[in-house]
């Protein structure tokens, strides 16, 4: 896994600047007001049942609006013409809402698509020559040379060669990245472009069915299908529906019974009114935009049901390095033998980093500098022992004929016990016992060792613990993760020992050591024989079987094509940390979701109140008592709570986009609040809002 | 309110705190909640139950899927209403029949089959001068027990879903009938009928008893009438079935006058004692989920959503009907409490009970799927009226009839979790299970069951019932509204001002009983059978909990809205209506 993408924050704010427009971008509701009247189609309205009944009471109120048009008196005709232009609104409206939430991701469909111009590729043939082939006859197997400049042709793994490559058009990141035959790093993408170097390219993927062909289908929304959640979410709303459908119909032999037949674009208003027509028109756009805050965050989920899932993740497996650490050890502590003093022990651990140039080297200088700040050192003429795998140490033979080292623990002893022709007293015997208790405190013990002259013995000097320093906000992170529910283990391949030390300082609740792709997909499934859902990062071709049994298995972009395939989602930015965001926007979407319905269900109640009475004021001039709301007169109440009923789905747009405001909470809290905001909210609003657009109607004298 | 009547509710309140427990976990254990699974009377009970399996040829070990457990049931009581069918059709030529009591009709006959197999008992007759001994004993009273058990086991296949994981089984229907019948509702009317006749129910086989009348003065002696110097006095078997019909939530009567009757509920005592009796197993019912499901806060949480309900229900009835009619009171009436009256609105209602232990009573047999009542609905105030009908509409939660209350409740609870749950930001879950697509289909199936079998039949009688056999007005649509009320929710309460013999009602409340009771029952066992099959995920703080006062609000809420939403507009034509115009 690659530490050099990982942000320092454990939220990076990073959103890809060149889409990130605003909800209400003007080109976007450009288009999406000429899809709202394309979705009247009722071949894709019958899709939301909700809708669709508005859509039949749409035209049968038009149709009747028409026949009575002589007949009836000016004002009857102003009133069904009103009623049934609001009606035609709310359809409209609802398609807007879902042609918005679509339209953001088919500006991004098509910023993509040119990308996928047509490209020719240079296939090498099993003779060793080249020939050339346009991209879309590519068949999986191909070899193809790709040079500088030139654009991959289709997705596929590094067989030869090393080279940088520029994958701003998938990812939005400009800084060019390494990718190189072997290893985790090995996959590229087709429509990214090589930047130096040559590589040849093995074909993983048909043409059509690439990686950017799915990402295009996937943001476009193109095969878009219900999660489970959105299904019985639908069933219920169809089954409410149903219940109001029986409600109104058999409202009308009461109304003759008593006296008060009426007129059937009264009761189809109120029908529209009642059935959930503010979820049921959000419906769709709360789900596309879930995804669309997805790729805003950079991560292709590859279905709507794995953004769900997220939503109900309760384990949460992340990987040590990289993840909950940064990843890259940091020198914490100069720990000298018995008659050493720590200043030099700290002086020749500096000395014997200069030249190294690894972060752990560069840690050990600036932590030497802090400390005691040593004269500088002239390295003048010094020469540099660089680390081999050999030796497994690194170092600096200065001029004055000092020679400085350090390294790891058992390989210095090897050294020293060599170099020392077996002086074994040259190795304090203390020095295993710090060097156990470093590595019991999750830290990696480097022995620091020197030499003065060409006569003296190698001499140990002490031990510089380096630290794999936890990232900053991890424990709170996982705090707020645990309030939510969500329990965090961490994998690593550290032994037990540190990593129980680790996982202390970070405030996992459990960890996996000394972990083996094996013992993953066994933690997994132990996971979810006791029923709960899990999410993990991975990269490797290894990590692909647990990528694909885990409930949401982020893979990294930068990881291999294996990887990709076997996950359900892409992270673009190969930031691990991400999982965490991941579950949010899941959790968001399904709470954006309640609480409209609970929104919308709650709005009944005040819609009665202007309804009923305003339907039975002439005939019935007792039920007038219900009008508490005192609109000024029947059709005016009727009418605005048609036009409330339209204008509230409009005015929820931002929210169903940008999803209700989440926090990390526990489920009992969270409940509370929403409750009181959608549930009580959505009792109170209509009362407010149909009274004010009484008063409105009223003036423009519409009735 | 009186005194008294304040009385009574908390003496019931007390009652009710000091049996409920006990039984409730009685139950449990007949249900299984202990791990070696033995009960309570283990000694007695197993060898007959042994000895009814044999008989019967029941495998007591083989457990059913929710599908063979269902068409069990429905097999059972296809067979229960043919065989009370042909009771009802040939009471002339059967014994225990003194009063010769000729066969039924073959409508009125279907009716009352389906309404005592559906634990309605709805009747359309007059039980005194329409059946015999032998239908009463041999019929109705043995529908009592088995309709009363079938509701209750259904639900007990429902928790057994809840709890059992990976596996489709729900029990064994017969298996439940029996245990049911014989260590729950058997023991507890035995008790209760002995408690019955201690305080003058009567109990004997006889047919009518002539008594000479003191007064022998005509009835109207303006007109030519004859002096009634004869009356005839119908004794039989009423304590037996008395204690049945609270217990069992039936509430079928052995007289018209139901529990009005003096041979039936012949005092205060008996009054409480009655209301007691049918909210008894019910609110044990939840006891005993609560403790199957091994989380007896659940229990609570929903036995505080049924209570609330029931108090604000039952506090309504009495208050209305203590009020009275306010266009009496402009007219001169002296409706005020006091010493020498009980005030409040008296029509159609015992002197010993007066208006408010009429409308706690009220209030208790329409929260429960009983139908018994102490006084006539129909003359209640009409807000006094719309209180047990509108009781009947949220559904029979508070606590509903035996069984199938708690069943109705738990459907609720799923649509709260399903609502509240997506709030959360976590696929809804109830006790571990997850509620999805096949669980909401179900639970909307039985939701939408009660409102169409009401609402339909309501609306169709009001156009074609051309004889109108209701009184005009908004207090004929009331009695309308009412009575498919009470079949569309298993009542069997009635307004009854209005003749139901017609074969129009007795065909369409026929349909409507069943409607009511398989459309509910079915989608009850098949959740079960969904849930039994799913995974149990582990409960942590983001899952949304159910056995909160939070989550309680939440329930009322839903079941309000819904059963409001609902009902509304039938409602404001009817009782509001006719409210407003007082």
């Known amino acids: 896994m690659t530490a050099t993408i990982i942000s320092e924050t454990p939220r990076p704010p990073k959103v890809r600047t060149k889409e990130s427009t605003s909800i209400f971008d003007r080109s976007i509701v450009g288009s999406a007001l000429v899809d709202a009247l394309r979705k009247l189609d009722p071949r894709t309205m019958y899709r939301n049942p909700v809708m669709f009944i508005v859509e039949i009471g749409s035209i049968l109120t038009t149709l009747m609006f028409i026949r009575d048009f002589g007949d009836s008196s000016n004002q009857e ?95 939005g990141e400009s800084a060019p990245v390494i990718r190189e035959s072997g290893g985790d790093r090995s996959a590229v993408t087709g429509g990214t472009r090589v930047l130096s170097d040559e590589i040849v390219v093995r074909i993983t993927a048909k043409p059509g069915e690439t990686f950017l062909d799915r990402m295009i289908a996937l943001v476009e929304g193109a095969d878009r299908q219900k999660t489970p959640n959105e299904i019985a979410l639908t069933i219920l709303l169809a089954g409410l529906t149903m219940i109001f459908l ?242 965090t283990i961490m994998i690593t391949g550290d032994n037990p ?51 694909a049994q885990a409930d949401v298995g982020v893979a990294m972009n930068t990881g291999t094509q294996a990887a990709k395939e076997a996950g359900n989602m892409v992270d673009l930015d190969s930031n691990p940390t991400k999982l965490i965001e991941i579950v949010e926007v899941g959790k968001q979407l399904l709470m954006t979701r309640g609480s409209l319905t609970t929104f919308s269900i709650a709005n009944d109640v005040a819609k009665y109140f202007a309804i009923i009475p305003a339907m039975f004021a002439t005939a019935l001039p007792e039920l007038d008592r219900l009008n508490v709301m005192n609109l000024s007169s029947p059709r005016s109440a009727i009418l605005s709570a048609v036009i409330f009923n339209a204008l509230i789905i409009v005015a929820l747009v931002p929210l169903a986009l940008r999803g209700v405001k989440f926090r990390a909470e526990a489920a009992a809290l969270v409940l509370r609040r929403n409750l009181l905001i959608y549930g009580l909210g959505g009792l109170i609003a209509p009362f407010i809002g149909i009274k004010l657009i009484d008063i409105i109607v009223t003036a423009l004298g519409a009735n | 309110m009186s005194w008294q009547a304040i009385v009574q509710a908390l003496a019931l309140v007390g009652m009710l705190a000091a049996t409920v427990p006990f039984l409730g976990r009685y139950m449990a254990d007949v249900y299984g909640a202990r791990a070696d699974g033995s009960a309570p009377g283990d000694r007695f009970f197993a060898p007959v139950e042994r000895t009814v399996y044999r008989i019967c040829g029941i495998d007591a070990r083989r457990e059913q899927r929710w599908n063979v457990y269902a068409t069990s049931l429905l097999a059972f009581s296809l067979v229960s209403v043919l065989l009370l069918y042909a009771i009802f059709r040939l009471q002339g030529v059967l014994p225990f029949n003194p009063t010769d009591r000729p066969g039924v009709s073959a409508m009125g006959s279907f009716n009352s089959a389906i309404s005592f197999v559906t634990n309605t008992n709805w009747q359309w007759y007059s039980g005194e001068i329409s059946i015999s001994h032998l239908t009463n004993m041999f019929g109705n009273s043995v529908q009592n027990f088995v309709s009363a058990a079938a509701g209750m086991v259904i639900v007990i296949a429902l928790i057994r879903g809840i709890t059992r994981t990976g596996t489709r089984d729900l029990g064994n229907f017969w298996v439940d009938l029996v245990r049911t ?31 000479v009348t003191i007064d022998q003065t005509p009835v109207d002696p303006s007109e030519d009438s004859t002096a009634i110097t004869e009356q005839l006095i119908p004794g039989g078997p009423v304590a037996s079935q008395e204690a049945i019909k609270e217990l069992g939530t039936n509430g079928g009567g052995f007289y018209n006058a139901n529990s009005a009757h003096p041979f039936t509920n012949p005092n205060g005592f008996t009054n409480i004692l009655q209301i007691w009796a049918m909210l008894l197993i019910p609110f044990s019912f939840v006891v005993a989920f609560g403790r199957l499901v091994r989380d007896r806060n659940q229990g609570r949480v929903l036995i505080a959503v049924m209570a609330t309900i029931l108090v604000l229900f039952s506090g309504f009835a009495m208050l209305a009907e203590q009020q009275g009619n306010p266009g009496l009171t402009t007219r001169g009436a002296d409706q005020s409490l006091s010493v020498s009256q009980s005030g409040g609105n008296m029509e159609g209602k015992e002197t010993r009970f007066g208006p408010a232990a009429s409308g706690l009573f009220a209030a208790a047999t329409t929260g429960t799927s009983t139908g018994a009542v102490n006084s006539m609905h ?181 079941i309000a809205i819904v059963a409001g939403l609902t009902f509304f507009p039938a409602l404001s034509l009817g009782p509001i209506l006719e409210h407003l115009s007082l």
């Open chain 2, 378 to 558: 129909d003359s209640y105030t009409p807000l006094g009226g719309l209180t047990p009908m509108l009781h009947m509409m949220l559904g029979e939660v508070s606590p509903g009839g035996v069984g199938v209350g708690l069943g109705g409740m738990l459907v609720m609870a799923l649509l709260a979790v399903f609502i509240a749950g997506l709030m959360v930001g976590r696929t809804p879950e109830f006790l571990g299970k997850k509620i999805q697509a096949p669980e909401m289909k179900l639970v909307v199936l039985y939701v939408f069951a009660m409102p169409f079998a009401l609402l339909t039949f309501a609306a169709a009688s009001v156009l074609i019932d051309s004889a109108a056999t209701f009184q005009p007005g908004a207090h004929g649509l009331s009695e309308v509204l009412y009575n498919f009320a009470s079949t569309a929710n298993n009542n069997g309460s009635a307004f009854a001002y209005q003749n139901t013999g017609t074969q129009w009602y007795t065909t369409t409340q026929g349909i409507s009983m069943l409607m009511a009771r398989f459309f509910t029952i079915i989608p009850v066992l098949a959740i079960g059978g969904s849930l039994a099959a799913k995974p149990k995920v582990p409960a942590t703080s983001g899952t949304m909990p159910t056995n909160t006062p939070l989550f309680g609000f939440l329930v009322v809420g839903v």
């Open chain 2, 181 to 211: 019948l014989l260590r729950i509702l058997l023991p507890l009317s035995l008790v209760f009928a002995v408690v019955l006749m201690s305080q003058g129910v009567v109990q004997n086989l006889s047919g009518y008893t002539a008594a």
């Open chain 1, 497 to 547: 020992l540190t990593a129980a030390a680790i996982a202390e300082e970070a405030g996992v609740d459990g960890f996996l050591a000394e972990a083996t792709p094996e013992d993953k997909m066994a933690l997994i499934k132990r996971e979810q024989a006791s029923g709960n859902l899990v999410a993990m990062t991975g990269d490797g071709t290894n990590d692909a079987p647990a990528l």
């Open chain 1, 246 to 487: 029986l409600a109104v119909v058999t409202l009308q032999p009461f109304a003759i019974y008593s006296g008060a037949e009426q007129s059937v674009i009264v009761l189809i208003a109120l029908l529209v009114c009642l059935i959930p027509t503010t979820i049921g028109g959000l419906l769709s756009s709360i789900g596309i935009a879930g995804m669309d805050r997805l790729v805003q965050r950079n991560v292709l989920a590859m279905s709507g049901r794995a953004v769900e899932a997220a939503g109900d993740v309760t384990t949460l497996l992340l990987d040590k390095t990289g993840t909950i650490t940064y990843g890259s050890r940091q020198a914490a502590e100069f720990i000298p033998v018995h008659d050493i003093e720590q200043r030099r022990l700290a002086e020749a651990a500096m000395v014997s980093s200069l030249a190294d140039e690894t972060p752990e080297g560069r840690s050990i200088v600036q932590l030497a500098i802090e400390q005691f700040s040593p004269a500088p050192v002239d390295d003048q003429g010094a020469t540099l022992v660089p680390f081999t795998a050999q030796t497994r140490m690194s170092g600096m033979d200065l001029p004055n004929g000092r020679l400085v080292r350090k390294g790891a623990a058992d390989s210095v002893r090897r050294f020293i016990e060599v170099s020392n022709e077996g002086d074994y007293a040259s190795v304090p015997l203390e020095l295993l016992p710090i060097v156990e208790q470093v590595s019991r405190d999750g830290a990696t013990p480097l022995v620091v060792i020197d030499k003065a002259g060409a006569d003296e013995p190698w001499r140990v000097l002490g031990v510089v613990r380096l630290k794999d320093t936890v990232k900053p906000g991890m424990r709170e992170r996982f705090d707020q993760m645990r309030s939510m529910g969500i329990r």
């Open chain 1, 77 to 171: 005709n102003v009133f069904a013409g009103l009623v049934s232009l609001w009606l035609w609104f709310t359809v409209l409206f609802a398609n807007f809402a879902e042609a918005m939430a679509e339209g953001r991701g088919k500006a991004q469909a098509a910023t993509l698509r040119k990308t996928r111009a047509e490209t020719s590729a240079n296939v090498r043939l099993s003779d060793g020559t080249v020939s050339e082939k346009a991209s879309s006859a590519l068949q999986v197997g191909d070899l193809c040379v790709v040079t500088a400049g030139e654009v991959i042709p289709g997705d596929g793994d590094i067989v030869e060669g090393i080279a940088t490559v520029d994958e701003s058009a998938i990812t």
